[in-house]
């Protein structure tokens, strides 16, 4: 019995064809499944040491799937089988992260739920599976994020260390990790044959990912992280990419990242064409992106090899948004644009900026006044200084965020600039679905005023449901709204508000 969503491996030893050839890890093998309705897949699968390959499979329709298996290598050319795909049981798994067809710059999951996507920065996050009791670290971080409204968490394939903390600076500085993605070390590595150990844990990070149903973000190379990688376009580089593609396509719950911070990548048509490679081995065909490269995206040889757009934009957060919306048919991500400091203030971080968590968190709000999903960072988890028992004041923030978000069909509402002027000299945002539902953001408080698309003559009563998003104070109110009407903060010292206006209609 197979679960609907859930990854389940097809296992094949063969120690003969494991010996005979110079490099198991360059043996081809896949699987061809058939489901219930007639559609036919193939998955390719990989090798995973002790004369074992495996084929990672993930079904998506409840029912009776067959399977066959095709190899040069007689041994494993010719297994077959049947699979019973049964009814998923964990409330948190929804199946694959897609672009919603009637909504393109928003998402849904495959059962159709539709998630308020928030990222969670935590690029070393495999480094504590190689501790005595990392596994139960990485399951006990991934269920607290998850409990706080993250739900995209972002994660290097591998990364060795970081320029900011080279070494290992204090106990929880997991760089460079203690094991290395391929054989051999950084230093002296062996790109032609992947490190299985690191794997396998890599493998039960991806399971605490999954099981708190947090889509798994992979970046699959990193620039800025001091790893020896195999030269662009070799045997080695596209082994690589299409181990790791092989390995995890079989989790419903990823999306593939061609590199963090790819803009350091000057040759774009090679960035093209390993998101090309990438595509052509993922059975499933997972969502692809790639993160911060204005060049690549913003050139139309280049722009449609994304199902959406990873961003790293640190200034005019919701106008860089909107301008993207306009260009772009396919959902944002800012995913970069702030770092909460430790408990100790601003001086307390591992990277040379830092923000306190307020001033993450208005950032984060702007970002979707934009209309746009954004992404978190906190100081303690986001690189290779990992503590994983920190609760931030961030989370709960961010939780209000998605919360209040969630009370909104935000997928019906559009950036309008024109509707909202304000007293506050940062202003105000708003997202609506005129005459229905309208979102306004005030990050300085104060007074905003609303001119509406409504007839001149049009008053109406609306429902404001007011929010204080630093502290989480929640209000109710009704006003009559006119074509031009002035909204003040209800509490007193002011502060930032946001309130939605709902017409009933």
């Not at 991934?142 to 290097?156: P, T």
């Not at 230093?187 to 798994?216: C, I, K, S």
């Not at 968190?361 to 290779?384: F, I």
Request: negative net charge; glycine residues 8%.
């Amino acid at each position: 019995m197979v679960q609907q969503f859930h990854p389940h491996d097809l296992r094949f030893s063969s120690p003969a064809a494991a010996a005979r050839g110079p490099n198991p890890f360059l043996v081809d093998v896949r699987a061809v499944l058939e489901g219930p309705d007639g559609r036919r897949t193939a998955v390719p699968g990989f090798y995973d040491g002790d004369g074992t390959w495996v084929v990672r499979v993930c079904l998506d329709t409840e029912g009776e799937w067959q399977y066959s298996t095709e190899s040069a290598e007689p041994e494993l050319n010719g297994h077959s089988g049947t699979l019973a795909c049964t009814p998923n049981q964990n409330p948190l798994v929804h199946g694959a992260l897609l672009v919603d067809p009637a909504h393109p710059q928003h998402f849904l999951y495959e059962d159709g739920t539709r998630p308020f996507v928030l990222g969670y920065e935590a690029n070393w996050l495999w480094a504590l599976g190689f501790l005595p009791d990392g596994e139960q670290q990485m399951r006990r971080l991934c269920e607290r994020i998850a409990r706080y409204g993250f739900n995209h968490v972002i994660v290097n394939s591998y990364a060795h260390d970081t320029r900011w903390r080279e070494g290992t600076s204090q106990p929880e500085d997991y760089g460079p990790p203690p094991a290395y993605a391929w054989e051999g070390t950084n230093e002296a590595p062996d790109h032609t044959r992947m490190n299985v150990a690191y794997w396998r844990v890599f493998d039960a990070m991806m399971h605490a990912l999954f099981n708190q149903g947090l889509t798994a973000h992979l970046y699959l190379r990193v620039y800025n992280k001091l790893v020896n990688w195999p030269a662009n376009r070799s045997l080695a580089d596209d082994l690589f990419y299409k181990y790791v593609v092989a390995r995890y396509q079989g989790f419903s719950n990823v999306v593939w990242d061609f590199s963090k911070e790819a803009k350091n990548e000057p040759d774009k048509a090679y960035a093209e064409n390993r998101l090309s490679l990438v595509k052509a081995h993922d059975g499933y065909r997972r969502l692809v992106t790639t993160h911060d490269d204005d060049v690549f995206y913003y050139d139309p040889r280049y722009a449609s090899a994304v199902d959406f757009m990873t961003d790293q934009n640190h200034t005019d957060l919701a106008a860089k948004i909107v301008s993207q919306r306009q260009r772009f048919p396919y959902p944002i991500v800012n995913e970069e644009f702030a770092y909460e400091c430790g408990p100790g203030g601003l001086e307390d971080k591992t990277y040379n900026r830092s923000n306190t968590a307020e001033d993450h968190t208005l950032r984060s709000w702007e970002v979707v006044l934009g209309g746009g999903y954004p992404g978190y960072y906190y100081t303690y988890t986001a690189w290779d200084v990992i503590r994983p028992d920190d609760e931030p004041p961030g989370y709960a923030m961010h939780q209000r965020l998605v919360e209040f978000m969630r009370q909104t069909e935000w997928w019906e509402l559009e950036p309008h600039e024109g509707i909202i002027a304000g007293s506050s000299p940062r202003g105000g945002r708003c997202l609506a679905h005129p005459g229905r539902e309208y979102v306004v953001f005030a990050p300085g408080g104060g007074t905003v005023t609303l001119t509406l698309p409504e007839p001149a003559s049009s008053v109406k009563a609306v429902v404001c449901d007011w929010l204080q998003p630093l502290t989480g104070e929640r209000l109710q109110t009704t006003q009559q709204l006119g074509p031009r009407s002035r909204l003040e903060s209800p509490w007193r010292g002011g502060g930032p508000f946001v309130v939605r206006l709902t017409t009933g209609t």
